[in-house]
């Protein structure tokens, strides 16, 4: 199949060329992102997102936890609006709301900035353009430079997002003295290494695709299991397949899996395990593989490193030769799920670039996001 034939397809492939480009303009970016951390005592941070966006906190959540030891969480928007908000022990001064935006018009994240502006509690947010609605009502706004997402389905922007807060994070936490020289070089030679590589990766997924579409397309279900801040890859690959494809497909942590959705699996099931070669349940993760694969599970697929026994032996596993670093792996375990997703949605004679009138319909009506 030819790439450049599809809208979704090739936003996917250019994801590398967004990612060159927030490192090209790295110096404005973190000039915006650290001096929040440098001239304020951010304690609390909350993320917040919709779809994607609030996929993608998941991920942003652990870096803020684990390069800067501040106390974060994520939430979908609209419930912490509606049902949560700020913890009052906490200043004002001590508080950083966080909007990891797509379009930048979805309600839930705008109207909680407002309502973060309201208290005197300092706003980030980040998105496709500078004048967008939430871009309005932050005190720090980030450009991904990715522009208009043109297929419905978004790629482009959620792995920017993705490079984006991996990128500032890291550099920050360098910046404060929380990473040696040594380690965030080492962290940055990864980050190059996922820009190098992102075009043999795309094709690597393409292949396997290719090899195993008519499992994918007869599958009664797809479950996509992993852990850590790849639970935020898990969670996103089943989005992107629901919504490419209009079936069902599920997103699970590790451990949650095993506490009762594994009862519902079923042998003409597909279950990929997403498996960092240096994280932290690694080998719990292959233990299970081997173990469903023993009664009888036939359609299981291991997402790993080549540099992995396992892995490697396995034929029908995507081998890839992954960066190390499990912090950094997410970025690129997820474009497996976004060119299943849009070969899917091609083989199904669905459009990669529109949404169903139906579905079109529903969200107008509730009227999901503001209108520019």
Known sequence: MNKIKDTMLNNIYSESYYFKKILEHKDEILNKFIPIFKDNDIRRIYLLGHGSTHYSTIAIKYLFTRFLGIDTSHDIATIFNHYEGFNEKYSKDNILLVCPAATGRTKGPVLAARKARKKGILVLGSGEYDDNVLAKECDVFINKLTGDENAYVDTKGHSATLFLYALCIISTAYELG?????EYEGYMEELEQIIETHESLCDTCMSWYDGHKDNLMNARMIRIVSYGINYATSMEASLKISESTQRDAIGYDLEQYLHGPNMSSKPEDVIFYVNPQNGIEHDRLNLTYKLMK????????????SKDDLVK????????????????????FVVLFQVVAARMAIDLNLPTTSQAEAFVNVTSVLETAFKE
Do not use: A, M
């Open 313 to 332: 032996n396995e034929k029908d596993s995507l081998k890839f030769e992954f960066v190390d670093n499990e912090f950094l792996t997410y970025i690129q």
């Open 178 to 182: 929380r990473l040696c020289k040594e």
């Open 294 to 305: 023993n009664e009888g599970f036939h359609q299981l697929y291991l997402v790993g490193s």
